[in-house]
């Protein structure tokens, strides 16, 4: 039965629930379209914690719907802070229910396992999408669309001019494919880590590890040790990075490992191929943690994600082109919608300092316009999350959850106004958008 909507929003990661959420509190008649069976996108099912802090004192500047998310998740025990004032240590299993229950609780509806097939545009608007399911091919209509997919799939069908990669080679940055260990002994490795001198920055029960090739600590060593005595692979080892997860106790959540050789992440194969490795690099760390390192003696795999690490894909061209330039001077905007001062953070490629673009201080950050999500050419089309409209360095920057949240929260907001004032929402003043954030009282979009 065709069915016909307000708002369509596709992808139900990050961006997408907020953006979803968002809609549906504002009454909009709402649906999500996603092709995994839950909503939380790489931060459930690519198993992504903690959320990165926007590095602004007192959260200022973090949406009203991340504050809402985290403090349904805190209230259940499924989240914690640390010392330094990051409060997004999140469970990323049990993120798959706070989002669906905020979601469905305002009458959002979602077609799980469904993919975005194609766009049916018209006069610059998007009149449907094709979707696929196990009941086949279907149209859905909506008024307004929501393009959260990570990888801009919409805007692409749509016609949507995209930026992919880095500007020179187009080269994307590196993926990475996350697992997780359960039955860590924590108490041994924090231990562990103090006797041998390792900087143990977390009050217990949360605890990181990392090690880089680049840098002699000694947990580096202790990884050099494991090479020279094959246990793993020089690949295996060039970014360890693992953090306790709040919620499940003796789990720790590995960023890695890192998949070398990865420069196409919208290939298929490409993925494939970085999927079948990096499952052959965890088996290695995994035995190799059990030897190497006290705490991990006993522990065993609990998962590995289930969706591949991607950060970044396909961006879109919009009315506005966040840059490089905008986080060196500080940028605000009339109509910002999001603010951070995350570092630029490419991985595989470059970082801040080789590209000698100087680092936030205490206080400075950047923001992010409302046109950074909208395009020239479709009038009912907003585009939220890692694929907004930026240059690849800029987007290493914006890519972190919290401002992902923050941007599909200002596409569901517009998203809602517009279909309610009849608006095109490319043509809509940004602060509209800005000034709801502000103070936001969705009952007036009713
Ligand atoms: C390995 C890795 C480590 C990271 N580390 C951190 C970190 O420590 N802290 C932090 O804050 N951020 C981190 N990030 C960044 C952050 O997690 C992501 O940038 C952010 O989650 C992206 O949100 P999104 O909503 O844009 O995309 P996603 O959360 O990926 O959501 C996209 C959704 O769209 C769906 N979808 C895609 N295509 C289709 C289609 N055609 N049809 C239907 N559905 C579709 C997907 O299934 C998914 O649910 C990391 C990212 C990666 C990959």
Redesign the pocket.
């Known amino acids: 039965m065709k069915k016909h909507y307000d708002v369509i929003v ?8 907020a953006a979803a959420i968002a809609c549906a509190m504002a009454g909009a008649r709402t649906l999500i ?4 069976s839950y ?5 459930s ?2 198993q ?5 802090h926007i590095g602004i004192d007192g959260n200022y500047g973090d949406s009203y719907l991340n504050e809402v998310i985290k403090k349904k998740m805190a209230g259940e025990g499924n989240a914690a802070d640390d010392q330094y004032g990051n409060d ?1 240590w999140i469970n990323p299993e049990m993120l798959k229910f706070t989002l669906e229950e905020l979601y469905t609780e305002h009458g959002g509806e979602i077609l799980y396992l ?4 194609d766009t049916v545009v018209e006069e610059n608007n998007i009149k449907g999408i094709l ?1 696929h399911n196990k009941s086949g091919l279907t149209l859905i209509t909506a008024e307004v669309f929501i393009d ?4 801009a ?2 805007a692409y069908l749509a016609g949507v001019p995209c930026f992919v990669g880095d500007e020179k080679e187009h080269n994307n940055q590196a ?4 697992f997780m260990l359960g039955n860590v002994d924590i108490e041994r490795l924090k231990a562990f880590l103090k006797d041998i001198g390792e900087e143990d920055i977390l009050k217990y029960p949360l605890v990181e590890i990392a090690s880089v090739w680049e840098q002699d600590t000694p947990l580096c060593r202790l990884f050099r040790k494991g090479l020279k005595e094959h246990r793993i692979e020089y690949e295996d080892g060039m970014y360890i990075q693992a ?1 306790a997860v709040p919620g499940m106790p003796g789990v720790m959540s590995f ?1 890695c490992p890192e998949i070398p050789d990865i420069y196409n992440t919208l290939d298929s194969a490409e993925i494939s191929c970085a999927l079948v490795t990096g499952r052959k690099m965890i088996k290695r760390l995994y035995r190799f943690l059990q030897e190497f390192l006290p705490g991990f003696e006993k522990s065993f795999l609990v998962s590995v994600a289930e ?6 894909s396909r961006r879109i061209k919009g009315l506005y082109v966040l840059s490089e330039e905008d986080y060196e001077r500080r940028a605000k905007f009339d109509d910002a919608i999001a603010r951070t001062a995350y570092p630029i953070d490419i ?1 595989g490629l470059l970082d801040e300092k080789q590209l000698g673009i100087k680092a936030m201080e205490r206080g400075e950050y950047f923001e992010v316009p409302y046109r950074c999500i909208v395009t020239e050419k479709l009038e009912n089309l907003l585009v ?4 907004l409209s930026s240059t690849f360095t800029a987007q290493s920057s914006v ?4 401002t ?2 923050a ?2 929260e200002a596409a569901g907001i517009a998203a809602a106004y517009c279909v309610k004032n009849g608006r095109k929402v490319n043509e809509l003043d940004g602060r509209i958008v800005r000034d709801f954030m502000a103070s936001p009282d969705y009952s007036s979009l009713l």
């Not at 379209?33 to 995994?36: F, K, P, S, T, Y």
């Not at 992504?48 to 990165?52: C, E, Y």
């Not at 993926?175 to 996350?178: A, P, V």
């Not at 939220?384 to 694929?387: I, K, L, M, P």
Request: charged share 20%; net charge positive.
């Open positions: 596709i992808g139900g990661g990050t961006a997408g629930s379209v996603e092709r995994n909503l939380g996108g790489s931060a099912g690519g992504v914690t903690p959320m990165m997004g469904t993919e975005l097939i979707v959260c997919t990570g990888d799939d919409a993926m990475s494919l996350r953090f960023n969706m591949p690490g991607i950060r970044e991985h939220a999350g890692r694929c890519r972190i959850q919290p992902c949240r941007l599909g």
